[in-house]
């Protein structure tokens, strides 16, 4: 079974920046895609970023030119860099990978609550 580890949640203010991690218990390079989703109270998981095995990235607008997704194949590893935050960015965020197989993989989520 596959496990998805995420950290980096946190309380921040309004054009403050925080880090996600999410550690994949399989080979990155099974990996066709990972990516990063969040769900607000009262509303439906929405796509926020996503990597392909080829590198190609893709982002919400909401958060095209502010946040960055990257990965460490060496540590199995995507991040989710998130900068001038503000307060609608405000969620539960998920990791999520599609490996090779199209198996589909969900983190446990965690917390970015951003207020002043």
């Known amino acids: 079974q596959v496990q998805l580890v995420e950290s980096g949640g946190n309380l921040v203010q309004p054009g403050g920046s925080l880090r996600l991690s999410c550690a994949a218990s399989i080979n990155i390079f099974s990996i066709k895609a990972l990516g990063w989703y969040r769900q607000a109270p009262g509303k439906e998981r929405e796509l926020v970023a996503r990597?392909?095995?080829?590198?190609?990235?893709n982002y919400a607008d909401s958060v095209k030119g502010r946040f960055t997704i990257s990965r460490d194949n060496a540590k199995n590893t995507v991040y989710l860099q998130m900068n001038s935050l503000k307060p609608e960015d405000t969620a539960v965020y998920y990791c999520?990978?599609?490996?090779?197989?199209?198996?589909?993989?969900w983190g446990q989520g965690t917390q970015v609550t951003v207020s002043s």
């Open positions: 990597i392909t095995s080829d590198g190609s990235t």
């Open positions: 999520n990978i599609v490996d090779k197989w199209n198996s589909g993989y």
